[in-house]
């Protein structure tokens, strides 16, 4: 089976091609000729998967699958979420968007986040979500080279080493994107068995 992922971000295609299991093969928007930015309005998770891939669809005529991704801070009233990728302004790197963080958080003692995944699939004329979800806390610091975006800042609840701290394959476990995208793969093995 093949299937368009609408994103451009590299660490996240590399992310989910490591949970796919090799029956599924990954387009990606380059492979279409898909160069321009996606548009990611929406006020919801939901939402802004459901914008790329109609995106897709309507643009390109693919079956495809999308994820927006928030990390939603206790202390912060839910924040950053759907900002996440923009939480420090437009055009930022993740280091702007994670120094902002520890800098809201400075001094406050409810350190609880979760992270949130909503994913979109477009395919033969329907649409399905599937969301995972990861409890955890947001560090005081920086720890670990690896990963992206808010890894280096966030422990996950029965763990004592970030997201960057972990190998893609213990992340692919028990992440936010993990949990969702494996009930993709499931949905997707018993879609094509079905066909």
Do not use: W
Not at 124 to 142: N, P, R, V
């Amino acid at each position: 089976m093949k299937i368009v992922i609408a994103t451009n971000n590299k660490n996240k295609f590399q992310e989910i091609r490591e949970l796919l299991p090799d029956s599924i093969e990954l387009v990606t928007l380059s492979d279409i000729g898909c160069l321009e930015d996606i548009p990611e309005t929406a006020d919801t998770l939901e939402g802004n998967a459901a914008q790329k891939t109609a995106f897709v669809l309507d643009n390109y005529a693919y079956d495809c699958f999308a994820d927006d991704t928030g990390l939603e801070v206790d202390a912060l009233n839910g924040a950053p979420g759907v900002y996440s990728a923009r939480y420090a302004g437009e055009k930022v790197t993740y280091d702007d968007n994670v120094n902002k963080m520890l800098k809201e958080m400075k001094g406050k003692e409810d350190r609880c986040a979760q992270f949130r995944t909503v994913i979109s699939l477009k395919i033969d004329g329907m649409e399905y979500f599937f969301e995972g979800s990861c409890e955890g806390e947001i560090t005081e610091e920086k720890h670990g080279e690896g990963g992206f975006g808010y890894d280096p800042i966030f422990k996950p609840k029965g763990y004592d080493i970030t997201f960057s701290e972990m190998s893609l394959d213990e992340k692919g476990k028990i992440s936010h994107r993990g949990l969702a995208v494996a009930k993709l793969v499931e949905f997707l093995e018993e879609y094509s068995e079905a066909m």
